[in-house]
């Protein structure tokens, strides 16, 4: 079985531009979580989509958005990117049976380089 | 709040032999599950092991296992024989009971394994 995909795996790009990442997630895995790590920040959890609905939304600024395709697959949009944004965007993905030992699975990473 | 507290930044250890990883954590809720991931320079979180809260015996997962102390509210990883392919960020989290979903996790502050040939 295929795991977490992440697309693209690194991006450079300037001030001001916007991004959009993509995550495709393990097959049947029907929630798909994203998060920011940041050498300064450590690993912060920004959102998670499940059925095509935002279920949980992490500490961030109105920039950072994302949704969810009928597939399960989900994309992350920054728009007005900042020097800060720079850092590794991970996905994660699992089953949403909503049971305590529930495992995420992660996909790669994007690295984000903001000029 | 919930919170996870990884006390060690950075080990080093020779070639084969067995190392432990703390991790404290912080919770009210009595149910609630534990996880180690690992993390490469390539930057891919890879699960390692699971504890329930509720689980009676240790988690065991090949060379790894996991030394669950509840009332202390300790968690710790210990490698057995390790490798030089453990080197890596270790990272201990915990999924979040707040949150109806259970989706969120909550990660430490990693501790860097450096293995010596």
């Known amino acids: 079985k295929a795991g977490v995909t992440q697309t693209p795996r690194y991006l450079i790009k300037t001030r001001g531009q916007q991004v959009t990442l993509s995550c495709s997630p393990i097959s049947g895995h029907r929630s798909v979580s994203w998060y920011q790590q940041t050498p300064g920040q450590g690993l912060q959890f920004l959102f998670e989509y499940f059925s095509e609905t935002q279920r949980n939304k992490g500490n961030f600024p109105g920039r950072f958005s994302g949704r969810q395709f009928s597939n399960s697959r989900s994309e992350m949009n920054v728009s007005t990117l900042e020097l800060g944004d720079s850092a590794l965007y991970l996905c994660?993905?699992?089953?949403?049976?909503?049971?305590?030992?529930?495992?995420?699975?992660f996909g790669p990473g994007t690295r984000l380089l903001v000029l | 709040a919930q919170k996870i507290t990884q006390t060690q930044p950075g080990m080093f250890v020779q070639e084969k032999e067995a190392v432990t990883l703390d991790c404290t954590y912080d919770?009210?809720?009595?149910?609630?599950?534990l996880f180690w991931y690992k993390q490469p320079s390539s930057g891919e979180m890879i699960f390692l092991i699971y504890?329930?809260?509720?689980?009676?015996q240790n988690a065991t997962e090949g060379r790894y296992s996991l030394n669950f102390q509840k009332a202390r509210k300790s968690a710790n990883l210990v490698i057995s024989a390790s490798q030089l392919g453990d080197s890596a960020m270790y990272f201990c989290a915990m999924r979040d009971p707040g949150y109806s979903s259970a989706s969120k996790i909550i990660f430490g502050s990693g501790t860097r394994l450096s293995i010596r040939p």
């Open positions: 919770t009210s809720d009595p149910s609630y599950g």
């Open positions: 994660a993905s699992s089953l949403a049976r909503n049971l305590p030992q529930e495992t995420q699975y």
């Open positions: 504890q329930g809260s509720y689980d009676q």
